[in-house]
């Protein structure tokens, strides 16, 4: 089975479990997050007359109930792996444990494939534990790895064991996320179109969708409209890289027709927002259609490391931005800004200065710290230095990788920057 999107097209009448595995990480909060490729390939499959189940490690069992329709994820101390053990920091297993997805996966009826996604490279752990046990409980069963981690490390994902690792986007239609599948969700979540004009260096998204491609309004409001119905959410959540470009012609008439349809429901970007396109008609745009959260990527203050992003934005252009999301209502609790920190070259100083010119500008900073990701110009620099950062995707590990793989910035000077953006 060398084309798995032939067999996936292929496939009529047939039984499918698609899962979304455990993450073995030292931290791992409920950003809106839910395996969305694969929700839409499931729906895609059900669309052609077979039946399909979910197993989704994160969501089942999950904990008490959070801010804005999220819940905490269960989670149990486990060892760390070696290339992590002189590191102070507890690692855990989020989400359901062997023995509860043993059982879940008994009581369904017999698969005659399993679909496996994967979200970071550095989660491949918990993708390999599914293939496994997927593996054990239904031999004979085809299982096919898709997502993130096994598109960008296709030769390290082989050794998950699954059949087929699933490389390239997978041609089949995406008509819309199978969050029926569900018990409950507090949630919805939103795309409006898949990839990024732009090419970041450090960034992976031009890798995993070489075109920008947007989808049909009526699309993304039809998953609303399914994804309200279902349980009463009146949270979500847009997954889009790049949700402002174009926005008259794809954003507003968006906001107009949500606002209309689903008043009351409070949005939120935990992907970061271009800066540029924020001015005093999009802040209201977002202000009356119910934002809640904006996340916004200004990532550094430095000229040097914002061309590094495209020279998407500018220092001017993020304070002018901030006033006008400020006069539309927004306040800093609600304007959260990406602050990147551990890209090659980057010295301390140049972060600690982002974060004090983004809350001088009356913004929240945000530390996002730097997963080096294969097949970006980021990755290549790093890897230069760190060439094991090649052969173990755990050393990709945001939390790791600065202060103790590259030790670009050293644990004490991490937790003073932290400090500074809680400096308020
Ligand atoms: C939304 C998003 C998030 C969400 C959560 C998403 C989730 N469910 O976990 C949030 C905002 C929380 C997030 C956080 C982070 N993210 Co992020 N995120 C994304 C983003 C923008 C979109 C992912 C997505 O859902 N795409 C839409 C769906 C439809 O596509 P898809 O999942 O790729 O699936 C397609 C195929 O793969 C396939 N498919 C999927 N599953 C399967 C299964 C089978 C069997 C098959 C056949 C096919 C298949 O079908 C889909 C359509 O074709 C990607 C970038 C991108 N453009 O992909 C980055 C990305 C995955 N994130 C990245 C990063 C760096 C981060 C952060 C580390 C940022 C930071 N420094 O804090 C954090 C890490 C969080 C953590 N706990 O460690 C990196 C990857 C890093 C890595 N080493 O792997 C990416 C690639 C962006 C980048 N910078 O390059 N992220
Ligand atoms: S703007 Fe954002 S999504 Fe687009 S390439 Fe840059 S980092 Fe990636």
Redesign the pocket.
């Known amino acids: 089975m060398a084309d798995?999107?032939s067999f996936?097209r292929g496939l009529r009448g047939a039984t499918i479990l698609?899962i979304n595995p455990p993450?073995f990480?030292f931290?791992?909060?409920d950003?809106?997050?839910?395996?969305?490729?694969?929700l839409?390939?499931l729906d895609a499959l059900r669309r052609r007359e077979n039946t399909v189940f979910l197993l989704d490690c994160l969501a089942e069992e999950a904990g008490e109930a959070i801010s804005f329709g999220r819940r905490k994820l269960v989670r149990s101390e486990v060892p760390k792996p070696t290339v992590f053990k002189n590191i102070p920091r507890r690692y855990h297993r989020f989400g359901l444990d062997d023995a509860a997805m043993l059982r879940r996966m008994r009581a369904l009826p017999r698969p005659d494939c399993v679909?496996?996604?994967?979200?970071?490279?550095?989660?491949y752990e918990g993708v390999f534990r599914a293939v496994e046990l997927a593996k054990e409980l239904f031999p004979g069963v085809p299982v096919?790895?898709?997502?993130?981690?096994?598109?960008?490390c296709p030769e390290h994902a082989v050794r998950s064991g699954a059949d087929?690792v699933?490389d390239v986007?997978?041609s089949i239609p995406?008509v819309r996320p199978a969050m029926e599948l569900y018990a409950e969700s507090g949630y919805a979540?939103l795309?409006t179109s898949?990839?990024?004009p732009l090419s970041?260096e450090?960034?992976?998204?031009k890798?995993?969708?070489p075109k920008f491609v947007e989808r049909e309004l009526s699309e993304t409001l039809a998953d609303a409209a399914f994804q309200f119905s279902l349980h009463g959410a009146r949270d979500a959540a847009f997954?889009?890289?790049a949700l402002l470009i174009d926005k008259e012609r794809r954003f507003y008439p968006l906001c107009e027709a949500l606002h209309s349809r689903f008043p009351g429901v409070r949005y939120h970007t935990?992907?970061g927002l271009h800066i540029r396109e924020i001015d005093e008609r999009c802040a209201a745009v977002l202000k009356r259609t119910g934002f809640q959260t904006l996340?916004l990527s200004l990532e550094s203050s430095d000229p040097d490391v914002q061309r590094k992003g495209s020279g998407k934005t500018s220092g001017e252009e993020f304070r002018r931005a901030l006033g006008d999301l400020r006069r539309a209502g927004f306040t800093s609790e609600q304007m959260e800004t990406?602050i990147?920190a551990g890209l090659p070259g980057q010295t301390t100083s140049s972060v600690a200065d982002s974060i004090l010119f983004a809350e001088s500008c009356g913004a929240r900073a945000k530390l996002?710290?730097?997963?080096?990701?294969?097949g970006?110009p980021s990755f290549e620099e790093a890897a230069a230095a760190i060439p094991q950062l090649r052969e173990e995707?755990l050393l990709?590990?945001?939390?790791a990788y600065t202060s103790f793989i590259s030790g670009a910035i050293l644990p004490e000077e991490l937790q003073r920057l932290k400090d500074l953006t809680k400096h308020r």
Request: net charge positive.
């Open positions: 798995s999107t996936l698609g993450v990480d931290t791992c909060f950003l809106w997050a839910k395996p969305l490729g694969l839409f390939l679909l496996v996604t994967s979200g970071m490279t550095y989660w096919i790895l898709g997502g993130v981690y096994a598109r960008l087929v699933q986007l997978p995406l979540v795309l898949f990839g990024c970041c450090y960034c992976a998204s890798r995993l969708f997954y889009d890289d935990p992907n996340r990406y990147l996002a710290e730097f997963s080096p990701v294969p970006t995707p990709h590990n945001k939390t």
